[in-house]
């Protein structure tokens, strides 16, 4: 099950181009539908989405989308914050988990 959520969460991804990035001085980032409470439930169970997808890239022996150093993890707080980066205001969930997996992928690339 949890390989079909990561299937899909790399659908979206390919499929969606990444969101532009909101002037400042607009209202910070909210999920559509969604109250603080959920949002933050949906970020936690994206980054276990996240986690699990990028660790069967490496299991698979195909290249991940993101590589963090030593020390360092990924959960809802941090996608968060990695989502308000690129985005302001309300928007879609989807847009939401697109921002923050660009966002992570920028922010801890993998050398070639």
């Not at 276990?48 to 990924?74: E, H, M, R, S, W």
């Not at 879609?92 to 992570?104: C, R, S």
């Amino acid at each position: 099950m949890l390989r079909l959520i990561a299937l899909i969460m790399a659908l979206i991804y390919l499929a969606i181009p990444s969101p532009a990035i909101t002037g400042e001085g607009e209202e910070p980032l909210s999920v559509q539908g969604l109250d603080w409470d959920a949002a933050q439930i949906f970020m936690g169970g994206m980054s276990y989405g996240v986690i699990y997808f990028n660790t069967t890239l490496l299991i698979d022996g195909k290249a991940q989308l993101y590589c963090l150093p030593t020390g360092v993890g990924v959960n809802g707080r941090v996608l968060w914050e990695l989502a308000s980066k690129a985005l302001k205001g309300p928007h879609k969930p989807d847009i939401v988990a697109i921002a923050a997996l660009d966002e992570l992928k920028k922010k801890y690339p993998c050398m070639k």
